[in-house]
């Protein structure tokens, strides 16, 4: 029986593979230890050997910092320190000669304090006033009870007019008031300005957030004294009509490619932002396997996560999208700590674990995102001291909980070490010379220990590395319309150390085996002669080892962290 697949529309960004850079870290050409978009252009042939399809940039915008360009104060410049705009032309035109796209970072829930709106509308400017969200406190308090993401009240007073301000990040991040019209016009021009310059799409930075709870009304308060102040501030009545508006006025008109960041959504949401027919987002990024291992300071915890949560969550996604709208895969990104170092093995088996998260990610149905630095299995930094660490969540979080005696200064440390957001942005590895071959001098925040060994240039002289087997996965997913547009199924569900799925494409088959633990794991699969397969990708040399194969079942003998996938054609 052909497995139906004919109400998948096909689109290029369907069959892309992208990286994301995060600048700051990537390269420094110009020695003040802060990388750049020179930085950026003299690693296009980097990327183009790797071959993936398409950059995702971190924010390049004019910004204060606050949160490493997260704080846009223009958005229609380029960071001082990142480069000028013809730096960014040059770069956009040398990735198109290579063959990859770039898609800019929209931060439209808020802007940077210092951005020319919100100084105007501090200044009570007619026009301006009403661009972010202004409101009487409450008999001297804030005017509702909302936590914000990086600790501490939504709220902040501004002493010159007695008026609060909503700011769901830091108090530098003013929340932009998408309700009013002029502020959705000033970004449908400013997304125009970057499509005119030929940008191929567009990351959209916590987009379920523009759309506010009217009234905005108190968060719930649970027993342990925490508000949820998130469910009101996402996913929120008029989301789509302003999503459907962007597309409507603007995107519409340009072949791009839009994956919206999306916390705390579900699948029904998920269709509404992403479905094929709804004209909003190409895809968005959720975040329940990023919560699988999170404890009661939810992110600060040093909980493991457990692989049938895991594979449940995956399968879920994989089928409850299926024909109706597209995932995106990624096991990392700026805001995570390093893949290998949480759901593999970074000390004994990291290289080994590192191509079987690669194999089991970019095997499944979806656009895979790598971050920076994966296609070298680098690791979490684990610095000794607080003052290493320039995260500005980590450094909030690391106060918070240190002085109201929640958490002991070595516990939190130990926290930050599993979870902490400087652990994706310590300075891309490019060679074993001082400072990583990332600068010449000292950088903004200094390199992993490890560079030493975990480098780009070792890598690639090493066929058996890391960066290979994500270059074949990136051949692959090229080759075979399966891996794109297959079925997913999920196989022995509840199988505590083993995540075994198979894809079905027409009357085509791919089996995909991952062991996810450090021990030999004897597993069985429904009967299948795999002998007689295609093996496509394995991450140790050779075919697996197949120990018994009847009417009933194929046994097979799984070395520690081995993973494969096997194409049977009919
Ligand atoms: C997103 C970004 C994160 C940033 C936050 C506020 O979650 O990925 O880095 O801090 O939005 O803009
Ligand atoms: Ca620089």
Not at 293 to 303: I, T, V
Not at 437 to 459: D, L
């Amino acid at each position: 029986m052909k497995t139906v697949t004919h109400d998948i529309p096909h689109a290029w960004w369907q069959q892309a593979v992208v990286y994301q850079i995060y600048p700051r870290s990537f390269m420094d050409s110009n020695r003040d230890g802060i990388g750049d978009l020179k930085g950026i252009l003299q690693k296009i042939d980097y990327l183009k050997e790797l071959g993936i399809d398409v950059i995702w940039l971190s924010p390049i915008f004019q910004s204060p910092n606050a949160d490493n360009g997260y704080d846009i104060s223009d958005y229609q410049d380029i960071m001082k320190e990142f480069g000028s705009m013809s730096d960014f032309d040059e770069l956009l035109e040398s990735a198109h000669q290579a063959g990859i796209k770039i898609l800019l970072d929209l931060v439209v829930n808020h802007t940077s304090n210092q951005h020319p709106w919100f100084i105007k509308s501090r200044e009570q400017d007619k026009h301006f006033r009403d661009y972010y969200f202004w409101r009487d406190g409450k008999d001297g308090a804030p005017p509702n009870n909302w936590t914000g993401v990086f600790g501490g009240s939504t709220w902040e007073l501004d002493q010159q007019t007695g008026q609060y301000y909503l700011h769901l990040f830091t108090p530098e991040q003013p929340d932009l008031n998408w309700e009013n019209p002029a502020v959705r016009k000033e970004i449908q021009e400013m997304v125009r300005f970057w499509l005119e310059k030929g940008v191929d799409g567009f990351r959209m930075d916590v987009i379920n957030c523009i759309s506010k709870t009217p009234g905005l009304p108190d968060g719930r308060v649970d027993a342990s004294g925490q508000v949820d102040s998130f469910s009101l501030c996402t996913n929120g009545p008029r989301v789509h009509e302003y999503l459907q508006e962007l597309y409507q006025t603007v995107l519409s008109q340009y072949d791009v490619m839009t994956v919206g960041e999306t916390p705390a959504v579900s699948i029904s949401d998920a269709v509404l932002y992403a479905g094929f027919d709804r004209q909003e987002l190409n895809m968005i990024f959720q975040f329940e396997h990023m919560e699988l291992d999170h404890g009661s300071f939810g992110k600060w915890s040093e909980k493991r996560f457990d692989l049938v949560d895991l594979k449940r969550c995956m399968e879920k996604w994989q089928t409850g999208l299926y024909g109706t709208a597209w995932n995106s895969l990624y096991w990392n990104n700026h805001d995570q700590p390093r893949a290998v170092s949480r759901f593999g093995n970074d000390q004994e088996y990291r290289t080994i674990s590192a191509k079987m998260l690669a194999i089991c990610l970019h095997m499944l149905q979806g656009t895979p995102y790598i971050y920076q630095g994966e296609e070298l299995g680098m690791t979490n930094a684990r610095f000794s001291s607080i003052d290493d660490y320039r995260d500005i969540e980590t450094l909030n979080a690391y106060r918070d909980l240190t002085e109201s005696g929640k958490v002991s200064s070595e516990q939190m440390l130990r926290y930050i070490h599993k979870a902490g957001r400087d652990n994706a942005r310590t300075p891309m590895q490019w060679n074993a010379d001082r400072y990583a071959g990332f600068s010449t001098v000292e950088p903004w925040i200094s390199p992993n220990e490890n560079y030493k060994t975990i480098n780009a240039q070792y890598q690639l002289a090493d066929k058996d590395s890391v960066f290979y087997c994500y270059q074949k996965l990136i051949q692959l997913r090229k080759q075979h319309h399966i891996i794109v547009y297959g079925s997913f199924h999920l196989i022995g569900e509840d199988h505590p150390q083993v995540f075994c799925y198979q894809r079905c494409y027409e009357d085509d088959k791919l089996w995909v085996v991952c062991n996810f633990c450090d021990e030999t794991v004897e597993y069985s699969i429904p009967p299948v002669d795999l002998t007689q397969g295609e093996l496509l990708i394995r991450n140790y040399n050779g075919m697996p080892t197949i120990t018994s194969q009847s009417g009933q079942n194929t046994l097979i003998r799984l070395l520690p962290y081995e993973a494969f996938a096997i194409l049977c054609t009919a």
